[in-house]
């Protein structure tokens, strides 16, 4: 197998099949704070402090973290703004 | 389009205990509201909302599906923030003014656009099998490439993959980490969801960095 977009670094493998270590949210979990989690994100309100487990989870889940990088996308090409 | 039946949310307040809602946020529910004269409007605005959502969404990844035509992406659009609005309307309860509703509603169009994406991206393959996985395994371990001790770690890997796992953990690991399935599409394959299979993809995280400790592997400092 040589495909091209399979990952070809020991470190890229060992990350993807070992995952994050410590405390992660749930995929459920992370989707109820995703909303939360971009906003604080864009406002560099410390998002990892105020939502614990949520960057572990979007290391080791590549679907959630599409998700908040499409979220955080969608936001900034309407501005970036997250004022009320 | 609107969907005809809609779920008919029970309140239309924010749950106590949580911050309050900004003007925009509340006045968005307080249309939203069954008894509201303006509902069937803030129906049709949210839905106009989702759709520019999900449109952006599938644009997004429309190199995923290089044999659709535009009007195919549109469709899958369309269904997308159809789908969007239902969960949403279901779910009104549910928000709590943790962010602004336009946000909070945001992310169900996206997340079912690129659900509907990955499956359409997948449609008619089939799942990769195993020995593609351990091939993808064998290749980053060549020990002609790479340094002794990394040869090592990926044999003990291989090993603790192979008898240190059930079947099902040992299927999605494979699937998801080595051979890319997006997790979305082997939940509609094996009748599961997102968050099912995650919990066994990390149940099986768990157990092979215990073992390889336990072998005596010192994992990086991000690994534990």
């Known amino acids: ?84 | 389009m609107v969907p005809a039946t809609m779920a008919m949310p029970m309140t239309t307040k924010i749950r106590s205990g949580g911050p309050s809602a900004d003007d925009s946020s509340q006045l968005w529910l307080e249309r939203l509201a069954p008894s509201s004269p303006e509902r069937e409007a803030a129906v049709v605005e949210l839905h106009a909302l989702l759709l520019s959502a999900a449109r952006f969404e599938v644009n997004r990844r429309r190199d995923e599906l290089p044999h659709l035509r535009g009007d195919d992406h549109e469709d899958l659009a369309q269904q997308s923030a159809d789908d969007a609005l239902m969960a949403i309307l279901r779910k009104l309860d549910d928000f709590r003014g943790e962010s602004r509703f336009t946000t909070w509603a945001y992310k169900f169009a996206l997340l079912e656009a690129a659900v509907k994406v990955r499956q359409r991206a997948w449609q008619g393959r089939e799942i990769p099998l195993e020995e593609e996985g351990w091939a993808v395994l064998a290749d980053v371990a060549a020990p002609a490439q790479r340094q002794a001790e990394d040869a090592e770690l990926f044999g003990a890997l291989r090993e603790e993959i192979a008898r240190g796992l059930t079947a099902r953990q040992r299927d999605v690991l494979v699937a998801v980490t080595l051979n890319e399935v997006p997790i979305d599409v082997l939940a509609e394959r094996l009748g599961s969801t997102r968050g099912a299979l995650y919990k066994t993809l990390h149940d099986a995280r768990r157990n092979l960095r215990a073992a390889l400790r336990e072998r005596g592997f010192q994992l990086g400092a991000g690994e534990e």
């Open chain 1, 1 to 84: 197998m040589n495909d091209p977009d399979r990952p070809t670094s020991p470190a890229e493998v060992l990350a993807r099949l070992l995952g994050p270590s410590g405390a992660e949210l749930s995929c459920e979990e992370c989707f109820a704070q995703l909303d939360r989690y971009v906003e604080l994100s864009i406002a560099q309100a410390n998002p990892d402090q105020q939502v614990p487990g949520m960057r572990a989870h979007l290391e080791g889940c590549p679907a959630c973290e599409e998700d908040f990088r499409s979220l955080r996308a969608l936001l900034e090409s309407h501005g970036g703004s997250t004022s009320r």
